[in-house]
T-cell receptor, first 112, second 114 residues
Framework: KQEVTQIPAALSVPEGENLVLNCSFT??????LQWFRQDPGKGLTSLLL?????REQTSGRLNASLDKSSGRSTLYIAASQPGDSATYLC???????????FGTGTSLTVIP | GAGVSQSPSNKVTEKGKDVELRCDPI?????LYWYRQSLGQGLEFLIY????????KSGLPSDRFSAERTGGSVSTLTIQRTQQEDSAVYLC????????????FGPGTRLTVT
């Protein structure tokens, strides 16, 4: 069974800093990897999706990379802002696509 | 276009009562997933619907939980004889079955069993 791990569990940084969130998975035979953001009491908002054939995806200040062979993905956030404070989750689909496996998330706090 | 919607947004119920949670997926999305997120926990897969195929119910925690998807669109998750441990946020997601398989989530239903 696929296991997804996110480190660190929590991170606090001053505004303006660049930061990296990590996601690792045990089965490298993935179809894609998706990064989400979750605000308190809210659902999940999709940030970036990386297909297995891609090595990275960028959206604004966010850059996600994927290294399938090592079972790792990183989410890079440039010039962090207080509005970036949220929990960030990564997920990968099962081989049959019948479910997605989620990490337990990294809780990010950006201090003004 | 409209995203995934869920109703109600909040539900408080007494232990032992039945509840129904509703999910409206994005139009045209054939795949629909239900997850549960307990306080401080990760997302727990419950059930998966794909088109008209038989659903994958492997994640349902007990026989008190059931789900339907009518006409390949709206889905209802039913919890019978609710228990306090059922208190959680129930999230629904939909995706296409071709292309990127990107998941889109609804805002969730917060269920509190007293």
């Amino acid at each position: 069974k696929q296991e997804v791990t996110q480190i660190p569990a929590a991170l606090s940084v001053p505004e303006g800093e660049n930061l990296v969130l990590n996601c690792s998975f045990t089965d490298s035979a993935i179809y894609n990897l998706q990064w989400f953001r979750q605000d308190p009491g809210k659902g999940l908002t999709s940030l970036l999706l990386i297909q297995s054939s891609q090595r990275e995806q960028t959206s604004g200040r966010l850059n996600a990379s994927l290294d399938k062979s090592s079972g790792r993905s990183t989410l890079y956030i440039a010039a962090s802002q207080p509005g970036d404070s949220a929990t960030y989750l990564c997920a990968v689909p099962s081989n049959t696509g019948n479910q997605f496996y989620f990490g337990t998330g990294t809780s990010l706090t950006v201090i003004p | 276009g409209a995203g995934v919607s869920q109703s109600p947004s909040n539900k408080v119920t007494e232990k032992g009562k039945d509840v129904e949670l509703r999910c409206d997926p994005i139009s045209g999305h054939t795949a629909l997933y239900w997850y549960r997120q307990s306080l401080g926990q990760g997302l727990e897969f419950l059930i998966y619907f794909q088109g008209n195929s038989a659903p994958d119910k492997s994640g349902l925690p007990s026989d008190r939980f059931s789900a339907e998807r009518t006409g390949g669109s709206v889905s209802t998750l039913t919890i019978q004889r609710t228990q306090q441990e059922d208190s959680a946020v129930y999230l629904c997601a939909s995706s296409t079955s071709t292309g990127s398989y990107e998941q889109y989530f609804g805002p969730g239903t917060r269920l509190t069993v007293t």
